[in-house]
């Protein structure tokens, strides 16, 4: 590994490769900081997008490749399971709880289709095989428009655990 890896991005590319081998890893981005989410908005979505984009881009091309973008996929559902929370790096730092009974554990069989949906997503997304950071936010908000249940363009109450859902990717309906 190169010697000047920024921190964040060796992290993740640690977690990435992480995701198969359930390391402790994960851990490590546990935020027990910000504060619980009572409104996100696109601005906060476009926001967090950014930031994430950054991440997810392990070789600092400047897009993401398939791989990349459905390895985002699987962390950020392992990430959700174990924190129990997904973290918006909106305006303010946010955290969104799991809805309860979501499974702690991210299957094999659930790997699976964790990796299908994303890559169909990615292509639907992508342009020749290559997402940009705005092909990448445009995905990001198309998550909080199927969460946004009254379309009013806000994430609030029951819509955030929806949203929240969508990152953990449970192949069981929960309850
Ligand atoms: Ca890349
Ligand atoms: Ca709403």
Request: aromatic share 6%; hydrophobic share 40%; glycine share 8%.
């Amino acid at each position: 590994m190169k010697k000047f890896v920024p921190a964040g991005l060796a992290a993740t590319a640690l977690l990435i490769g992480a995701a198969t081998t359930a390391s402790p890893m994960k851990g490590a981005f546990n935020h027990a900081f910000g504060v619980a989410a009572t409104s996100v908005t696109a601005t906060d979505i476009e926001t967090d997008a950014k930031a994430l984009f950054a991440k997810v881009d392990i070789d600092r091309s400047g897009t993401l490749d398939a791989d990349e973008f459905a390895g985002h996929a699987l962390v950020l559902a392992e990430l959700a399971r174990f924190n129990r929370t997904v973290t918006i790096e909106g305006e303010s730092e946010m955290q969104i709880r799991l809805p309860d009974g979501t499974p702690e554990e991210v299957s094999h069989t659930e790997r699976g289709s964790i990796d299908a949906v994303a890559r169909r997503a990615f292509h639907q997304f992508a342009d020749n095989g290559e997402m940009s950071e705005e092909g990448f936010t445009a995905y990001r908000l198309s998550m909080m428009d199927k969460a946004d249940t009254n379309r009013d363009g806000t994430l609030k109450s029951h819509e955030l655990e929806r949203f929240a859902s969508a990152m953990a990717r449970p192949a069981q309906p929960r309850g």
